[in-house]
């Protein structure tokens, strides 16, 4: 009966009726009975995919999609389907060039995104559980930017990213909607804009919603889902459903740009968070040098090795986004006043492949066909390709790096930025006993990882040297390598070597390699010095011309 419920409110969607009568049947729908799908993944070759649960137990659909319902309704589609080559799969200067030449509206843009997350959200057999909030607001502040255009009011100079749809993770603080890392905790977590969230305002970018995570970035449970939160439920994977890993804590950011719900998204990351769900849905994903992109204002793990950073389709809109989110931030000490020029036009100018000295490691080539294709098809494009192995380091003690610094970081987010009349705890001990009052609604997979941040023991002394130690360990990793052969990155899979990239302070980029006999998608990921950014994106921007190698989840064209 609710499978029924949910295809009737679908069809009522899509047959865009708005009358009273329609808007309040939409109140009757009921989360799904995922019991079949949970048996289903029982025996999964992946145990962390062997799933409790799939749909939220505590997220109210209606309350994310009714407020904008009769605004979404109003888009027919035919209008829909005409406005796909115009918008889906294109890059910003495309969508922006068809918006000058008033083939395209800031409305129908957003209204385009939203029909897409309405059509496939709504769908109990296509939901990816990824939208999680909406900006109640987006509709009515695209339809003002029409006005300002046909009046000529608009900014003589703007920012590529003006008037674009944006998805930002949900432990980016953001004004009129709630922060929550995807723990119940913070459920009523309401604050004012991050740092980031307020460069994108002012280079104006629309804010369109929020996105399902890893709770609290992944550091709850061990050996857990990826993409899951108590919040958001199960982030499902567009190329397999139940199939395929999200990647994570990304994993919102990451499934709904594959699924082309908004131009762009935001991720953070710790160790792997961007690069993970950005290789395993196929898109881009930047971890930029620490520093380049302010951390204020957003829920932490650890204020040594966090970092927020740009995920999108190409890599044109991905230097657009993370120029659109540069600045100095005073509150965030990390935070640099450099310019670093060149991210903006990295995107429009590839370097020549023939002029790349890439280094290959020896152990990935041995152990996976498609890096090793990719490789062979580098050196024919012209790239001048070292093949080594990388030198063994020790990383002991990163874990406790982010014990200690969540168990520090946390209480002083909270302390900044939560209000203690509507956030009931200020510590990872107050987490733990939350949690504890409902564990199967609140952690049905257990909270191992936090109880081990209470157990740590870790002096301050000691934390320091194992930071230092770990830096010097990561640059080891790479830079044996890169300053005896002056090579410009590193080549790498996924999020292989993440963690090495972390505590080295590097930036890396992945972007689509391929896509393995079973069509899980596998990225090829460019790693590089601090700062190394812009020479990166140019580096990616011609494999990506070269190669093209995305390719769309099929049943979300």
């Not at 145990?47 to 888009?75: C, G, H, T, W």
């Not at 799969?89 to 008033?102: A, L, T, V, Y």
């Not at 603080?173 to 740092?195: H, P, Q, R, W, Y």
């Not at 090829?524 to 140019?538: D, M, N, Y």
């Amino acid at each position: 009966m609710k499978k029924l419920i949910g295809l009737f409110l679908l069809g009522l969607l899509l047959s865009c009726k708005t009358d009273t009568t329609t808007k309040e049947s939409i109140v009757l729908w009921e989360p799904y009975n995922d019991s079949a799908q949970v048996a289903a993944n029982a025996d999964h070759d992946i145990s962390r995919m062997r799933y409790k649960l799939i749909q939220s137990k505590v997220l109210d659909k209606n309350a994310i999609f009714l407020p904008l319902y009769d605004e979404v309704v109003k888009m027919k589609e035919e209008e829909y389907e005409a406005l796909k080559p115009l918008i889906l799969e294109q890059d910003i200067f495309s969508i922006r060039n068809s918006i000058e030449q008033d083939k395209l509206t800031y409305e129908q843009l957003v209204l385009f995104y939203l029909y897409r997350i309405y059509k496939y959200e709504l769908n109990n057999e296509t939901t990816l559980n990824t939208v999680i909030a909406l900006n109640e607001e987006v509709v009515s502040a695209a339809r003002k930017l029409d006005e300002q255009k046909r009046e000529g009011r608009l900014p003589d100079v703007r920012h590529p990213i003006f008037g674009m749809p944006i998805l930002l993770k949900d432990n980016i603080n953001t004004a009129g909607m709630k922060t929550t890392a995807g723990s119940i905790a913070l459920m009523n977590n309401e604050v004012d804009d991050s740092f980031i969230v307020e460069r994108l305002k002012e280079n104006g970018a629309l804010i369109l919603g929020k996105v399902n995570l890893s709770e609290w970035a992944y550091f709850l449970c061990s050996g857990c889902p990826v993409g899951y939160s108590a919040v958001g439920g199960q982030t499902l994977n567009p190329y397999g459903r139940r199939i395929f890993e999200t990647g994570g804590s990304s994993s919102g950011s990451g499934t709904s740009i594959a699924a082309n719900y908004a131009v762009a998204a935001v991720g953070t990351e710790t160790s792997g968070s961007i690069l993970s769900p950005s290789s395993q849905n196929s898109v881009v994903g930047l971890k930029p040098t620490i520093g380049i992109l302010s951390r204020s204002g957003i829920v932490p793990i650890s204020s040594t090795l966090d970092t927020p950073g740009p995920m999108t389709k190409n890599v044109l809109d991905n230097a657009i986004l993370l120029s659109a989110m540069k600045g100095y931030d005073a509150a965030d000490s990390k935070s640099v006043k450099e310019e670093y020029p060149g991210i903006l036009s990295a995107g429009l100018n590839p370097e020549p492949l023939k002029t790349l000295k890439l280094g290959a490691m020896t152990t990935l080539i041995e152990r996976d066909s498609i890096y090793r294709e990719t490789i062979e098809e580098l050196k024919q494009a012209g790239v001048e390709i070292i093949e080594f192995t990388p030198p063994e380091v020790k990383m002991d003690g990163f874990l406790s790096i982010l014990n200690v610094d969540m168990r520090n970081d946390l209480p002083a987010y909270l302390n900044s930025y939560s209000n203690p009349e509507s956030v009931k705890i200020s510590s990872i001990s107050d987490a733990v006993d939350f949690n504890n009052k409902d564990s199967s609604i609140r952690i049905p997979y257990g909270q191992a990882l936090f109880e081990g941040i209470l157990a740590d023991s870790t002096t301050v002394e000691g934390l320091e040297e194992i930071k230092s130690n770990l830096e010097k360990s990561g640059r080891l990793f790479f830079d044996t390598a890169m300053d005896k052969y002056n090579l410009d990155a590193i080549l790498s899979i996924n999020n292989y070597h993440a963690g090495y990239a972390a505590v080295a302070k590097y930036p890396a980029l992945t972007v689509p390699m391929g896509y393995k006999e079973s069509g899980e998608p596998i990225s090829l990921t460019f790693i590089g010095k601090q700062f190394s950014e812009a020479h990166l994106l140019r580096m990616a921007k011609a494999f990506e011309d070269k190669f093209q190698k995305r390719k769309m989840p099929r049943g979300y064209n």
